[in-house]
């Protein structure tokens, strides 16, 4: 891996209070973005509580700004960079595996998304049961910009938000704030940040793993806030309306004709400028992903979004994920160039070869942890 | 004081209780061990994933798998389908609580979303196969849905819009094509009448020509003649297509296709219409079936479909086609795509059946083996894999002759067009019939769950029983198989020319001869089982022609002959079906690479051949199979059975169906009945 000037080992803290296990991310120079090394250590931790009776709780949080960023990306472009695409896709391979891990979990995870929650962090909260939003939690998968797509079995709960929410947050990267995250349902409550020591405090006591008493104690410090008058949320009528629509062109189409029928705002006009800037290749790939995943469970979801990652990483069909990381994050032009750099060069075909089997000796699809029977409801609806 | 605060808090809490359900208190200390558990069968070791499902999905589908699931993302997503949450998951099905006025409304509620969102674009204006296999794949998934759903649509655009497209001219296409696939009118289709169904040609509806006004004038001349079961007539549709018999100068030319219109666009009916409704039905009452009356109802002369015949404004009659059974055949050809319709919808609807009954089988436990051991599920007993798997195989390999009658039909030549009409009524029939008894099987499986309308398959018997009466009543159709079967055989007889087409070039061979002994590795190879289906229908066909032409010689008139060899003509209208049938999953499986896939579909293969084997009485009855060797199919079956049953999840879920079209017993049915989920 990557050479790292100081030792990896205080990225994760891991505690134990009573009965809870508490995991704080702690890389807070680069946002708790995930390395791989906090991949395999919250993938190890996972799998060691997994069957410990003592644990009954997971508490999820972050240090500084950020619940977390996402994944440390710009690593990875730099270890498939030095040669071989397959170390880049080991990171994806622990993380889909811990985001599986995650969404199947035995005992209830409680997440507090006290600051910036986006792409890896979002997988590494919204499959778990319960995600704590406050006043301060920023919420985005800004995946397709960088020339990636949303990964992390996201197109799971994506496509699960109310009408065509999902694809509208997928496709735009758009920001959404713990009020907004709690009403379209990624939060479970919103706590205003001032009152999250007490409900961790109480969180300690607790002394069963059934989610319904977790829920009980969450519910004590929660508060119902307001959607904020411009709030994206209101126009969910002009969402389900374009956002609904077969393909990315006719998405665009029928925002243009939202532009025109509403010139006081420019919602609709701004929607289409993300758009255009976004990798084409990235939206229609993630337009696909999103369509099939409202029709499978977390696992398939992870299984196909890592074949996907593994085509994004050889990258024989197209190199939008590294021109996207040089001009976002290492050359921080925000120009990238994408290619093929228009939607319509970009054919159903092209398309649908990401989500095929990777032709390359000893690659195989991702093997999910395996699960054991008696598992919550709650999890079991999601297989 | 302490004291008495506590009595009086103590004394409210008593009264809350009399007054508030309190739901948890009782069950919270019983130790949840001693209940049954929901354990999802994806995550037991007894139902390993051995092959690629979205593979197995793309060979049974077909064609359009991302329109598809396009088209169920719309409607799960939208709050018009109903979608009720059960057990943490989200089901959408048409509420059956609602009356039939209500289900009607709702239905064309569906209707407007899914035209908004771009649904119906090119069903009508769009051409060439490409668009076509769109239109059928979309069809296919609204049906999944509900039937009323689909048969609304089906009426407006294949029948209403066919009708107009393939019998109707230039001037009806810029008029109305384009209309019709935007709903700015709503099209029925009246053919059917009181006293007339599967005899078209019967209809006794009258239109006249009056060269004065140059216009037709319909006439519904006696009850009988009333259009019966017309889909939107009673409360929607503002046009409709009339079959009637036209007369010029006093002479019948036969049945001919008029558009008329019936309402006006704020749904009044027109004047000298009269329109009354069918009554509530056994399933499609979200369809407003009707019937209409015609009095002295005056349309131009150029309503009229013109493609086949014409009539000038002086009033002569002019027609391409001058023999009047070709002409008859003409107007008759929006039909065949509503037997493709059916026949492939009649497949969806049986893998919901199966997918939910299997799924319940391997969630459901009955019964110990031992006293105090643990239950068994459903699908370890021989006898329910027996119930269920031969269907699974039928459906697979009904699936893929369904998709190849499509492609067929899509990629048709006039050449084709018999090939089609045979192959068309022959798997209408067959695959309807087949759909019905798999839901009563799917039922029964399910024992009491199976009675809820949530869980899809009871309703579903009623939905789609109708699919063996119309569009072709499935005898009626049975019975032309077989007479075009002997068609073949009289004219390669008496020209002493080979077979060719429709699958009977076998016909040229030698008959098969079959080994003496049956062992299992014989009974499973394709060979053998092509050699035993080959064997049965020349044989059949063999008798048809001989039975018929006996009773010619006795004097019998040739209808008659056909009428009393009607037994075997069954018979030989089976053959045909289900040797079409195994022909064409042999030649699927041939194309899949070896592999685990390919092992798996040769156990359907061998046990949709042996099941049928089984089932027809004819392999003893005429000596194609000692009694010997019919134990022996029957044990390979049981056999068979065994050993599809670790693949009965995959080979289900390859299905490709989401879980929201499934039902709560397909999934946690602990959890969606318990007592929080019955709280609202």
Redesign the interface.
């Known amino acids: 891996m990557a050479f790292n000037p100081k030792p990896d080992d205080d990225q994760v803290l891991v505690e134990k209070r009573s009965c809870a296990r508490v995991i704080i991310l702690n890389r807070t120079r680069q946002l708790n973005a995930l390395s791989f090394y906090m991949v395999s250590r919250l993938l190890e931790i996972f799998l060691e509580d997994d069957g410990n009776p003592d644990i009954k709780l997971v508490i999820m949080k972050g240090n500084g700004r950020a619940f977390c960023a996402g994944g440390d990306v710009s690593a990875v472009v730099r270890d498939v960079k030095g040669g071989d695409w397959r170390l880049g896709a080991k990171f994806f391979e622990n993380e889909f595996k811990l985001n599986y891990l995650m969404a199947t979990y035995s005992k209830p995870q409680v997440s507090i998304l006290n600051g910036i929650v986006m792409g890896g962090g979002a997988g590494a909260s919204i499959h778990g049961r319960f995600r704590v939003a406050t006043e301060k939690t920023v919420f985005a998968m800004p995946e397709t910009e960088l020339g990636l797509f949303p990964d992390v079995g996201s197109t799971y709960f994506l496509?699960?938000l109310?009408?065509?929410f999902g694809e509208y947050v997928g496709l735009t990267g758009a920001r959404l704030d713990g009020a907004e995250m709690l009403t379209c349902g990624l939060a479970t409550h919103f706590v205003p940040s001032t009152k999250l020591s007490l409900l961790e405090e109480s969180l300690y006591k607790v002394e069963s793993n059934d989610a319904t008493k977790v829920s009980a104690i969450i519910d004590k410090y929660s508060e119902q806030p307001s959607l904020k008058e411009n709030s994206v949320y209101h126009r969910m009528d002009a969402i389900?309306?374009c956002f609904?629509?077969?393909t990315v062109e006719?998405i665009l189409y029928y925002l243009e004709m939202e532009a025109m029928n509403n010139k006081a705002d420019n919602w609709a006009s701004t929607t289409i400028r993300t758009l255009k800037k976004a990798s084409p290749t990235s939206l229609k790939v993630f337009l696909?992903l999103i369509?099939?995943a409202?029709?499978q469970?977390i696992?398939q979801c992870l299984i196909t979004d890592y074949r996907v990652v593994c085509h994004v990483l050889q990258g024989h069909y197209s190199k939008d994920f590294f021109e996207g990381c040089r001009a976002i994050l290492i050359d921080k032009d925000r120009k990238p160039k994408w290619e093929p750099s228009r939607l319509e060069l970009v054919s159903?075909r092209d398309v649908d070869r990401y989500f095929a089997?990777l032709d390359d000796q000893g690659w195989k699809d991702l093997e999910l942890p395996e699960?054991?029977?008696?598992?919550p409801?709650?999890v079991?609806?999601?297989? | 004081m302490d004291n008495d605060n506590r009595r009086a808090s103590r004394r409210t809490e008593v009264l809350s209780n009399h007054l508030l359900p309190r739901p948890h208190t009782t069950t919270a200390h019983l130790s949840p061990s001693n209940c049954l558990?929901?354990?999802?069968p994806?995550?037991?070791s007894s139902n390993p994933v051995s092959f690629?499902t979205y593979v197995m999905r793309s060979l049974l589908d077909g064609h359009n798998l991302?329109?598809r699931?396009?088209l169920?993302?719309?409607i799960?997503?939208?709050p018009l389908f109903n979608r009720q949450e059960r057990?943490?998951?989200?089901f959408v099905s048409v509420d059956y609580n609602h009356t039939m006025e209500q289900q009607r409304e709702e239905t064309m509620r569906r209707i407007g979303y899914l035209l908004?969102?771009?649904v119906f674009r090119g069903w009508l204006t769009g051409d060439g196969p490409q668009e076509e296999l769109r239109k059928l794949a979309l069809h296919e998934v609204i049906s999944m849905y509900d039937h009323s759903l689909a048969v609304k649509i089906g009426v407006h655009i294949f029948l209403w819009g066919g009708a107009v497209k393939f019998l109707g001219t230039k001037r009806h296409h810029d008029k109305w094509l384009r209309a019709t696939e935007n709903y700015e009118l709503k099209g029925c289709f009246a053919m059917t009448e009181l006293g007339h169904g599967s005899n078209v040609r019967g209809v006794e509806t009258v239109t006249t020509y009056d060269s004065r006004s140059g216009e037709f004038v319909i006439n519904t001349p006696c009850e009988s003649a009333q259009k019966y079961w017309i889909g939107g007539a009673a409360n929607h549709a503002t046009h409709t297509i009339v079959f009637s018999q036209l007369y010029i100068n006093g002479g019948n030319q036969g049945v001919h296709a008029f558009i008329c219109p019936i309402r006006d666009s704020s749904g009044n009916v027109c004047p000298n219409i009269r329109i009354a409704e069918c009554g509530h039905k056994i399933g499609l009452n979200g369809v407003d079936n009707g019937r209409i009356w015609f009095d002295n109802v005056r349309i131009p002369r150029e309503n009229l479909l013109n493609s086949v015949a014409d009539v000038s404004p002086r009033g002569e009659y002019l027609s391409s086609i001058k023999n009047v059974d070709q002409r008859f055949a003409a107007f008759l050809a929006p039909l065949t795509s509503g037997r493709v319709t059916i026949a492939s919808s009649a497949v969806y609807i049986s893998k919901i059946g199966l997918s939910i009954a299997i799924r319940y089988a391997l969630t459901r436990r009955a019964f110990s083996m031992t006293p105090n051991g643990p239950e068994v599920l459903l699908l370890d007993y021989p006898s329910h894999q027996q119930r269920l798997l031969p269907l699974l195989a039928k459906i697979y390999a009904m699936s893929f002759a369904g998709l190849e009658l499509k492609m067929l039909y899509v990629n048709r030549t006039p050449e084709s067009n018999k090939a089609i009409h045979i192959v068309s009524s022959a798997y209408k029939a067959t695959f309807t019939w087949n759909n019905m008894r798999t839901l009563q099987e799917c039922r029964e499986a399910c024992g009491g769950q199976g009675v809820k309308s949530e869980n899809r398959i009871g309703p579903f018997k009623g939905e789609f029983d109708v699919h063996s009466t119309f569009e072709g009543d499935n005898n009626v159709l049975m019975q032309q198989i077989s007479k075009a079967l002997l068609g073949e055989y009289i004219v390669c007889q008496t020209k002493k020319k080979p077979f060719r087409g429709l699958g009977l070039e076998h016909m040229n061979n030698p008959a098969p001869v079959l080994p003496s002994q049956l062992t299992s590795s014989i009974l499973r190879s394709s060979e053998f089982q092509l050699d035993l289906f080959h064997l049965r229908e020349r044989d059949l066909l063999g008798r048809f022609a001989a039975e018929v032409s006996q009773y010619q010689a006795q004097g019998e008139s040739k209808e008659s002959a056909f009428n009393l060899s009607y037994q075997v003509a069954e018979d030989l209208g089976r053959a045909f079906s289900e040797r079409a049938i195994l022909k064409t999953f042999i030649e699927v499986e041939s194309k899949v690479p070896a592999g685990s896939l390919k092992d798996v579909l040769g156990l359907l293969r061998s046990l949709y051949a042996l099941i049928s084997v089984d089932e027809d009485a004819a392999f003893l009855r005429y000596g194609y199979l000692s009694t010997e060797n019919a134990a022996a199919v029957r044990k390979e079956v049981l056999k068979l059975c065994t050993e599809l049953r670790p693949h009965a999840l995959a080979l289900v879920s390859s299905f490709?169906i989401?879980?929201?079209f499934l039902s709560p017993i397909a999934?946690?049915w602990?959890?969606s009945n318990a007592w929080p989920s019955a709280q609202h």
């Not at chain 1, 699960?371 to 598992?375: A, Y």
């Not at chain 2, 558990?37 to 999802?40: H, T």
């Open positions: 496509s699960r109310p009408g065509f389900n309306r609904s629509r077969k006719e696909k369509r099939k409202r029709l469970g696992g159903d089997k699960r054991l029977n008696n598992l409801p709650y079991t609806s999601k297989l | 558990s929901y354990a999802p994806e995550l037991s690629d991302d329109d699931d396009w169920f993302g719309l799960v997503q939208s057990g943490g998951r989200v908004d969102r771009g490709g989401p879980d929201a999934f946690d602990v959890g």
